[in-house]
């Protein structure tokens, strides 16, 4: 797993417009999605994200995705699971402390963030993990709170 992530990482300018796209494309579909219900979609978008997410960046289903933010780096993947890194433990090489044998998210996290479009949004604080949304797709709740967003004026 940890070679794809990598190579993931290595490439985020790519992955970065797929994972766009995919949430461009689910906007779009709000009108549908908004019928059914996204609790009642959470289940089967979750069971199709978990897999997909889950070969290409090591997801984790924290149910609040930070791909786009940190350079298509999941920072659930970090041992500490640090939100905002890299904590100050970061070895010589650039690999992890608690994990020497893995190369640190967060390192990685800069590297592939210089690659993406924009780039600075690494420089944005994220938010603590809420645990209640383990297992939730991210996908769903990311356009729920895009189109609230668009709604209100501030999108």
Known sequence: MRAVRYWVVEHPDVWEKVYQAIEWTLVKCHPWLNSIGYDRLDKPFALFEKPVKGFLFDCQMCGQCALLSTGMSCPMNCPKTLTNGPCGGVLA???????????????????????????????????????????????????????????????
Do not use: F, T, Y
Not at 133 to 146: F, M, P
């Open 93 to 155: 090489n650039g690999h992890c402390e608690v994990k020497p044998d893995m190369r640190c998210v967060w390192v990685e996290a800069v590297k592939g963030s210089r690659n993406m479009k924009d780039g600075n949004k690494i420089n944005i604080v994220q938010l603590p993990v809420d645990h209640s949304l383990k297992g939730k797709s991210s996908w769903l709740r990311a356009v729920h709170l895009q189109v609230a967003e668009n709604a209100s004026g501030s999108g």
